[in-house]
């Protein structure tokens, strides 16, 4: 089934499926978190994501826990501190730096491109900025 048919849900679970040929499942919690999550139509990180999971859990219920770190907190308010904010700044003044460029910014920050988006979506930093 084409993956424009199928809501971020049913593809996850599709994917899971074919990864464990059908031993593990995701609970409703874990898959309202990845639905919560901004995928701007990237079903290769999504796929990752589903990837990594199923070698971790390759049966029975995949939870929230099961989540790779940056994929975990999705629809929980921030708590917003110090660290947090030096954080964020860090990682705007970044993507300033290399006028959006996020490869050249995950480069100057010293992560992969897969950390920085994950700190994108943690940060609430829209990537256009600039």
């Known amino acids: 089934?084409?993956?424009?048919?199928?809501?971020?849900?049913?593809?996850?679970?599709?994917?899971?499926?074919?990864?464990?040929?059908?031993?593990?499942?995701?609970?409703?919690?874990?898959?309202?978190?990845?639905?919560?999550?901004?995928?701007?139509?990237?079903?290769?990180?999504?796929?990752?994501?589903?990837?990594?999971?199923?070698?971790?859990?390759?049966?029975?219920?995949?939870?929230?826990?099961?989540?790779?770190?940056?994929?975990?907190?999705?629809g929980r308010p921030q708590v917003v501190g110090a660290l947090w904010q030096a954080e964020r700044d860090a990682v705007v003044a970044a993507l300033r730096q290399c006028r959006g460029n996020k490869v050249h910014a995950a480069e100057v920050l010293g992560v992969s491109r897969n950390t920085l988006y994950r700190r994108l979506r943690s940060l609430r930093i829209d990537p256009a900025t600039r």
């Not at 971020?8 to 499942?25: D, E, I, M």
């Not at 409703?28 to 290769?44: E, F, H, I, V, Y």
Request: glycine share 8%; aromatic share 4%; no cysteine.
């Open 1 to 74: 089934m084409p993956a424009q048919v199928l809501g971020l849900p049913a593809l996850a679970t599709a994917l899971l499926t074919a990864a464990t040929q059908g031993r593990a499942r995701f609970t409703p919690a874990a898959l309202r978190t990845l639905a919560a999550l901004d995928w701007p139509g990237n079903l290769r990180e999504l796929r990752t994501v589903v990837e990594e999971v199923a070698a971790r859990r390759g049966t029975g219920d995949v939870t929230e826990a099961d989540l790779p770190p940056g994929y975990r907190d999705a």
